[in-house]
């Protein structure tokens, strides 16, 4: 099978692919069996951008009881939350590269931090992609009394008022704010991004009425949306969510190609023995495709993704891609 192409539509009940490669995967890779039997030989640390308790920390401990089960050995979640992913980033960067210490990276830490922030000391490029896990994709979501519905609704009011309407981002160079930004521009509308340290907090706003709009996450919102709490005013998917089949997306609503994909994946030190990256990345699709981890991860509006090293390292670089004219203009205005 091919990889991931960037205008395919992933199924909301399956993952989106299943692509162990042939001849990526097995301890064979390993070399002799006693090889293959010495890796791993302790735990594996995780490192994280997000403090316990999150969705991600949640994500890495389901995928870390599948491993054990496998191995014999625990992955250790360790949080080192702050700087856009940098503080993580940073820590996995000088790490010793034989696959003990992996860092869980995502769409922000690796494509947009380093793009936005010219004092960021690391890139993609001193990592080597182990294994893909998810893609999330953002919605904009408002106050249930907020007078516009949907796209065109929203655009009527925001070019009636220029940046009067706000929105909420989980910070300066995140996800949402690149939504954000992608939006005004082919909305050919103007809003006023609100920073917050991060999606928690900006929820809570939401329900307080101190902030209008907000770019969110399923996960973080589906309850307050089945309550009426909040509204969707589009979804930022090739596809509709299955969780929420009445919500549209911004595709539907006139804004082709409007899809920010923000994948979530294990990386390792550049300079770790292939090998090790390929019994890492047998061991974590193994328990992607393990039906409870599937149906765990995907209750939280996100879509399974089961590639090899080298298929989850071109879906970065076509991610990226995708964006770079977005990412251009914010880091113009930035500067």
Do not use: C
Request: hydrophobic share 45%.
């Amino acid at each position: 099978m091919s990889h991931l192409s960037p205008s395919a539509k992933p199924s909301r009940r399956t993952a989106v692919s299943y692509l162990l490669a042939s001849g990526a995967i097995g301890s064979g890779l390993l070399g002799s069996p006693a090889q293959a039997q010495a890796f791993p030989s302790k735990p594996v640390k995780i490192v994280l951008m997000y403090p316990p308790g999150g969705g991600a920390d949640n994500q890495a401990r389901i995928i870390g009881e599948q491993f054990q089960a496998a191995t014999g050995q625990p992955m250790i979640i360790e949080s080192r939350p702050g700087a856009g992913g940098s503080i993580a980033a940073q820590s996995v960067k000088v790490a010793a590269p034989d696959g003990y210490t992996l860092l869980n990276g995502n769409l922000g830490m690796m494509t947009l931090t380093p793009a936005l922030n010219t004092g960021t000391n690391y890139s993609v490029a001193d990592f080597v992609p182990v294994a893909a896990i998810s893609i999330i994709y953002p919605m904009l979501v408002a106050r249930s009394d907020f007078p516009a519905n949907n796209l065109k609704e929203l655009a009527a009011l925001a070019k009636s008022k220029p940046r009067e309407i706000s929105y909420g981002t989980w910070g300066p160079g995140s996800v949402p704010h690149v939504a954000g930004a992608w939006l005004e521009q082919d909305a050919g509308i103007q809003l006023t991004p609100i920073p917050y340290r991060g999606e928690v907090p900006m929820v809570v706003d939401l329900l307080g009425g101190q902030l209008p709009l907000g770019w969110a996450s399923l996960s973080a919102v589906q309850q307050h949306l089945k309550m009426g709490t909040l509204k969707v005013v589009g979804v930022a998917a090739e596809a509709r969510f299955s969780q929420l089949p009445a919500a549209p997306t911004f595709i539907e609503q006139g804004l082709r190609d409007f899809a920010l994909r923000s994948w979530f994946g294990y990386f390792a030190p550049k300079g770790t023995p292939a090998a090790i990256v390929a019994e890492l990345n047998t061991r974590i699709n193994q328990a992607l495709s393990t039906p409870n981890v599937r149906s765990r991860i995907e209750e939280q509006g996100q879509v399974v993704l089961v590639q090899s090293s080298a298929q989850f390292g071109e879906y970065i670089s076509q991610s990226a891609a995708r964006i770079q004219p977005t990412l251009a203009r914010l880091a113009a205005n930035i500067k």
